[in-house]
């Protein structure tokens, strides 16, 4: 099983459709997880940090399931600006110890 | 919004020869890392310092690298001695608190 497993996608979507995706983890131990969004041939950006609790950042949700070992993402009122490659990224390690865990990504462009 | 910056841009090297790759982490940050994306591929951990020492490597990291934060800014990543499947973005990332914040990388490109 790999470490992060995502959809790559692509997914094509109409602006202002919600659009959701999906994550899974195999080492139960990870401490901590994180959406990034990454441009083409660009940095990987924070999107957002993943609490157990969920959370929310304007149109972004992310939630996490530590007992499934699953973590997703949610768009909503989707932009062209939202076209990017989300990649689902994990810390396996203690905090303090961190060795970023990245899934190969999934590619979104939003149709106008 | 303070951000972590590389040097240079764009490398390009003959295999062989050594490189070094510079980082200038976010200033109050205390936590350093390496990350490597070969085109098309994931991103991939490379190694982990934090106060003046290596705190976690990957298997990607073998003797031909090596960090150092010579002074109180910069950090930066040697490959001693390129090979031709060294070519790919490097990107240097800093923590705070809690997220890694990653500068804009370099691309090396090894012929």
């Known amino acids: 099983r790999k470490e992060v497993e995502q959809d790559p996608g692509p997914f094509n979507v109409p602006e202002g459709a919600t659009v959701a995706f999906n994550c899974t983890y195999s080492n139960s131990a990870s401490q901590s997880f994180f959406w990034y969004r990454q441009d083409c041939r660009k940095e990987p950006k924070l999107l957002m940090s993943v609490y157990s609790s969920g959370n929310e950042d304007g149109r972004f949700t992310a939630q996490l399931n530590r007992a499934s070992q699953y973590i997703s993402l949610l768009i909503r009122d989707s932009k062209l600006s939202d076209s990017a490659t989300y990649l689902c990224?994990?810390?396996?390690?203690?905090?303090?110890?961190?060795?970023?865990?990245f899934g190969t990504g999934t590619r979104l462009t939003i149709i106008p | 919004e303070p951000e972590v910056t590389q040097t240079p841009s764009h490398q390009v090297t003959q295999m062989g020869q050594e490189v070094i790759l510079r980082c200038v982490p976010i200033s109050n940050h205390l936590y350093f890392y390496w990350y490597r994306q070969i085109l098309g591929q994931k991103v991939e951990f490379l190694v982990s310092?934090?106060?003046?020492?290596?705190?976690?490597k990957s298997e990607i990291f073998d003797d031909q690298f090596s960090v150092e934060r010579p002074d109180g800014s910069n950090f930066t990543l040697k490959i001693r001695s390129t090979k031709l499947e060294d070519s790919a973005m490097y990107f240097c990332a800093s923590r705070g608190r809690r997220e890694q914040y990653f500068g804009p990388g370099t691309r090396l490109t090894v012929t």
């Open positions: 310092f934090y106060n003046n020492e290596i705190s976690e």
């Open positions: 990224v994990v810390n396996p390690g203690n905090f303090g110890n961190e060795k970023l865990t």
